[in-house]
């Protein structure tokens, strides 16, 4: 008993460390467990994309399906109040330019908004809803089809799977970028000490158990409502070998540039890899024919 709940400990942690979500106070907290919470990520990444698909489903309700997506991105932003999004903005101001890895930490923490942080806010938002308005949109061809309500439904139904999906995946990339990288920064002023010393085996275990988990909730989800589970497989597969080539780019870039991983470098990569997983899961919805 007491083990199970020094892991739901670990959870409220992980979840006050990446949401606004408030936790019991009995909860507590120590320095270690900054570290090993990192195995719930994906389940945290998972309640997140959760929220933004319920926004989602009653938005659309209401509004054309860009400006629900708008919504359900804007919600999720708030919930996580940026975190992750501030980290790729601060990556990509301090990697934008030709600058060596010195200056390029100073400029990581800086908290003012560069050119280059704003551009690459700007297009991966931009992306990330173009993407999600592709998914709930129904081509042309299923316009024409006799039952389109029932077409929107089903693109609903595998847009919310996505964000459930793509949040979870994308929160295990920066737990594994941490196994195959060094700290970067400076470790004694680090802001969340914890998170840059080196991940255990155990911690990285339960990461992908916690995102294996998300998938076969996703699956018996499909399975009881006869839905094409096969579908659903080769979405799961492509998504995860999108964010695998992330993983791949981020541990090349940020060794070569900063010689291992920062806090702001594992949020650009969460954000990487669920654009990457978004675009990924759009090509089984929606196959270029």
């Known amino acids: 008993m007491k083990a199970l709940v020094h892991q739901l400990r670990l959870f409220f942690v992980a979840l006050q460390f990446l949401t606004r979500v408030p936790t019991p106070a009995w909860v507590g907290f120590e320095p270690a467990w900054l570290q090993t919470c990192l195995r719930y990520?994906?389940?945290?990444?998972?309640?997140?994309?959760?929220?933004?698909?319920?926004?989602?489903?009653?938005?659309?309700?209401?509004?054309?399906?860009?400006?629900?997506?708008?919504?359900?991105?804007?919600?999720?932003?708030?919930?996580?109040?940026?975190?992750?999004?501030?980290?790729?903005?601060?990556?990509?101001?301090?990697?934008?330019?030709?600058?060596?890895?010195?200056?390029?930490?100073?400029?990581m923490k800086d908290s003012r908004l560069g050119s280059y942080g704003a551009l690459g806010l700007i297009g991966l938002l931009g992306l990330?809803?173009?993407?999600?308005?592709?998914?709930?949109?129904?081509?042309?061809?299923?316009?024409?089809?006799?039952?389109?309500?029932?077409?929107?439904?089903?693109?609903?139904?595998?847009?919310?799977?996505?964000?459930?999906?793509?949040?979870?995946a994308s929160r295990l990339v920066p737990v594994l970028l941490m196994t195959v990288l060094r700290y970067a920064g400076d470790l004694e002023h680090a802001k969340a000490k914890p998170?840059?010393?080196?991940?255990?085996?155990?911690?990285?275990?339960?990461?992908?158990?916690?995102?294996?988990?998300?998938?076969?909730?996703?699956?018996?989800?499909?399975?009881?409502?006869?839905?094409?589970?096969?579908?659903?497989?080769?979405?799961?597969?492509?998504?995860?070998?999108?964010?695998?080539?992330?993983?791949?780019?981020?541990?090349?870039?940020?060794r070569r540039r900063l010689g291992g991983y920062t806090g702001d470098t594992l949020g650009a990569s969460q954000q990487l890899a669920e654009v990457a997983g978004l675009l990924a899961w759009l090509t089984v919805v929606h196959p270029v024919a």
């Open 41 to 107: 990520f994906p389940l945290v990444g998972a309640l997140v994309g959760l929220a933004g698909a319920l926004v989602l489903a009653v938005a659309i309700g209401w509004w054309p399906p860009a400006v629900a997506v708008v919504l359900s991105m804007a919600f999720t932003v708030w919930l996580t109040g940026g975190f992750h999004e501030d980290g790729w903005a601060d990556t990509c101001d301090a990697l934008g330019g030709a600058v060596d890895r010195e200056r390029a930490l100073v400029i």
């Open 195 to 254: 998170l840059a010393l080196q991940v255990d085996r155990v911690t990285v275990i339960g990461a992908v158990v916690s995102t294996a988990l998300v998938a076969l909730a996703l699956w018996l989800n499909l399975w009881d409502a006869s839905w094409p589970t096969g579908t659903l497989g080769t979405a799961l597969g492509r998504s995860l070998l999108a964010m695998a080539l992330v993983l791949g780019f981020c541990w090349h870039w940020f």
């Open 128 to 168: 990330k809803a173009t993407v999600l308005s592709a998914l709930t949109t129904p081509l042309h061809t299923e316009l024409g089809s006799a039952d389109t309500s029932h077409i929107r439904t089903v693109l609903l139904a595998w847009s919310m799977m996505a964000l459930v999906w793509c949040h979870a």
